[in-house]
């Protein structure tokens, strides 16, 4: 590449040994040329068809490259397609230049802009086509490397002063101030090892005038075990601080062990005693501020101990003392429902002693005793997954099930001696509560209909209903999600058989129908039994229990119904069902029901049987709804269907017990067991079996 004649480069020698001998010891130096030229070829005779010129420049460490074009005369072309001159600045093109340019055109909007960044490069593409048809001379070009002054650029991040070089910068400090290791920041020397001194002032620097900007002050107090200091802050404080509160600049002092404390603003800490042996107190600013500071005292005290020596514990002493001597003892006694870590006993209680370094030893911590997660019952469950069981933690529990609820409250306490206590008072494992079905409560709410002739229930509307049609077919009332109530003499017999029982059906060849196998079947000891082939002579206490083998499976369609209270008023009106006769006689295959009103025993007629006082009689003389043959030991329930809510649940207020031949008829009434006469048999027989 020819960039210069030969005289050029003599002239230009001189310069470049120069500056070699100059900046010898500094980076820059060799055989990179300071200034030179760059030109078109056949400069300035003219230059030849499909001429081409590369060239490229770089500037050392601290020094810029720039480029001044003293003459431009090439052919002129839309957008220089045809000859043009291309300016590069570290790879970015900065002008494509091509036509007539004078020298003061050039100088004013070309040349100033023709330079590299600190250390980049500057770089020249000349290209002419195939043809010229007028001489143009090209372009000259002096280029010049020059150092640039760091000292200007805000981002040399000196913090107070700097000296420009060939070459590079340097950051110096004012005096009193120190250069850091990363050679740009400045700041006070101003830390200080008082180790042995007793008694003392310590005060920012410069005190009481503002404080120097990005200071680090350390100050380290040191004396021998056994003694501690207690600092006193004196005058005025004024260390930055931001309005949202956040120091700006900040006063830290750092015991040896125990709490670490910062302060700013304009409010002076408090005296204060530091527990401590060894103090570190470290003062630090930012790079502004006009503040004044701090100053504080401090001496040596000898050391104490205070209580409590482990938090949820008090001090047993025979003196009361806000600080305790070297050497004195005390026993420490765990709070209220606390016990000693380490020890795996019930124990609450050692004695610890005053050391040299204001510290208690042993030092053994009271935690809160445990109650554990309880045991929980079959249906039942915690309502949180995993709560605390500590001391005064509660917990609650919950059925996880909604056709069961509690049978009494959920909440208990972890007391004090690690168990269970309920609002009352009493110990879980002593008022357990336990699931129990809910009772009395439909899926479905409908209202008419009759049993004899009557309406056809809709699914979940009796859930209670079961059916039994293996021997004598009769119904049976679900009470629990295991047991069962029917009437003596639908049993009677087969007290020693296994029986299965149909629940959550109207349909009675329903083959989705849950199938209840007996466990258990207990009649009425009152109940008069009779043989094989004779007539029942007496009706008197006609209820049984059926335990079944295994838990119901209680859902929308099977569910218990509720027994009656025992200050029950006379109830007026009352559904049946059952799957029992109705038109005519015949038996139907749906569950049917219908509503039927209560009579006095004087206006039914007893069909020679003796009638008792655990029994009552039901129909309705206006639609001829009455219970028939294959409704034995069902259900007689109050509200009438339709009228159930959770605040009046269905109840069982009679058992389907016996009747005249025929059914519906105006002039007779169906007898029903008086099941509120039976609810103590009912619960001491479920309870023992």
Known sequence: ????????????????????????????????????????????????????????????????????????????????????????ADEELLFKLCGRKSMKELQASINPFLHSSRGGCLSVSFLADYSNPERHTGFRGFYAIQDVDECTDPENECTQLCNNYIGGYRCFCRPGYVLDPDEHTCHVSCSEDRNGSREGVLMSPGWPEPYPENSVCSYTLAVEEGLQFELTFTGLFDVEMKENGQCTDSLTIKPLSGDVRTFCGRKPPSFFVTRSQHVEIIFRTDHKGANRGFSLSYRVREMNCVGPVTPSSSLISQHSYSEYPTGYKVKVKCDKGHVLKSIQSAEVEYESTCQNNGEWSPVIACEPVDCGIPELHELMELSDKDPPTTYKKQISFKCNSQYYQLDKTGHFTCNAEGYWESESGQKLTEDSPKCEPVCGMNTEVSSGG?????????????????????????????????????????????????LNWLGGIIDGLDKNAVTMETEKIIIHPNYTRVGKGKEQKNFDSDIALIKMSARVPLGPNIRPVCLPKKTHEPVMEGTVSGFGGFERGSKSKILRYGHIQEYPLDECDPVKLPVTDNMFCAGDDVKSIDSCKGDSGGPLFSPVLGSGSPDQPYRLIGIVSWGPPGCGNASFKAYYTKVKNYLDWIKETMEKN
């Not at 900046?23 to 820059?28: I, S």
């Not at 049609?469 to 049993?491: E, F, M, N, P, Q």
């Open 1 to 88: 590449m020819k960039v210069k004649r030969e005289s050029e480069f003599f002239l230009t020698l001189p310069i470049m040994i120069v500056f070699c001998v100059i900046v010898l010891l500094l980076p820059v130096c060799g055989s990179v040329p300071l200034t030179g030229w760059v030109q078109s070829p056949g400069h300035p005779r003219g230059y030849d068809p499909n001429s081409r010129l590369t060239w490229k420049e770089c500037a050392p460490t601290g020094h810029r490259i720039t480029l001044t074009l003293i003459h431009l005369d090439l052919e002129e072309s839309l957008d220089c397609e045809d000859d043009s001159l291309k300016i590069f």
């Open 450 to 498: 009759r049993v004899f002739g009557g309406k056809q229930a809709r699914l979940g509307q009796i859930p209670w209903q079961l059916l039994h049609k293996t021997h004598t077919r009769g119904g049976a009332s679900l009470i629990s999600d295991y047991w069962a109530l029917t009437a003596a003499h639908v049993v009677d017999g087969y007290e020693q058989s296994t």
